[in-house]
């Protein structure tokens, strides 16, 4: 079997090999990524500066609309510059990206983008399956896209979670819907992972191929043009988004309403779609703009960064609920894990 692409450096030539291999989504989901788990100690990802400048540049955005919701605890930023630095350096936590599991139209190979079609049995199964391997990673904080199959395979997965933390979606559409949506217990509200809906995290819009077959399209407009229009970068498809328009608003979400979540030590798990991850994947790993085209993700597999020292740590996919390495990547985790077994036995 090829060496799985988490046995090396992802910021290096020879990663990036493995990148493109087409197994790579393959070895995501192997079992054997348990052994990658051991001594894997590469930093890869933002070096902060300007992700977080932005961040708190627009932060006001997010304390605002989170002060509104029942369940989101707002994070704040200390003043001092000196604490700031303090508190980036030091802040850890867990980020699990989960593209979704698989759709009715992935099943039929059409072109989906922003249609909103529901999952597959099959998906379905992948979701509680992606859900069993992150089952003892804590989670504080759920984004999805407003697509519904994203937001089914966060709830599938959130029910095989140990913590037994019951999923909530925040409706912050109008004050009404906010209103309705009070929870009035404490005790209630700390039992619940509050779950941001966002279009930002969207699939890419397909524009005129959405509904349209891949391979009729593939038939009928030539392999190399299809091609051009599902991977290349800054090509869009007919009247629709290229990947560097789909990035410009998944990053720049991830970077504003996300990242200051994880500075300040929440654990987050955002389940959102091939490309909308992959342009946050591009930036996690710092690829260019030409290995990103190789970056294939499979339907329903969790991948594990750990954001340290303001920085992303990639960690690879969690083997299953057994696999104790998991927790030995931060001493949080580690307590984190020690906690929850005490409280469940
Ligand atoms: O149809 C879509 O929306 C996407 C994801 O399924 O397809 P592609 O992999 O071609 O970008």
New binding site residues.
Partial sequence: MATSVFHQPIGTAQSHQHLQNSDFHHEFGHASVKLTFKGFKVETGLSSREGFSSSRRKFGVVQASASHTSVVQPVSYPPNNSTDELRKKSSEAALILIRHGESL??EKN????CVDVPLTKKGVEEAIEAGKRISNIPVDMIYTSALIRAQMTAMLAMTQHRRKKVPIILHNESEQAREWSKIFSEDTKKQSIPVVTAWQLN??M?GELQGLN?QETADRFGKEKVHEW?RSYDIPPPNGESLEMCAERAVAYFKDHIEPQLLSGKNVMIAA???SLRSIIMYLDKLTSQEVINLELSTGIPMLYIFKGGKFIRRGSPAGPTEAGVYAYTRRLALYRQKLDEMLH
């Avoid at 059409?110 to 983008?113: A, D, I, M, P, Y």
Wanted: net charge positive.
């Fill in positions: 139209w992935n059409l072109f989906t983008g699939e890419r397909y891949k599902r779609h091939g490309n």
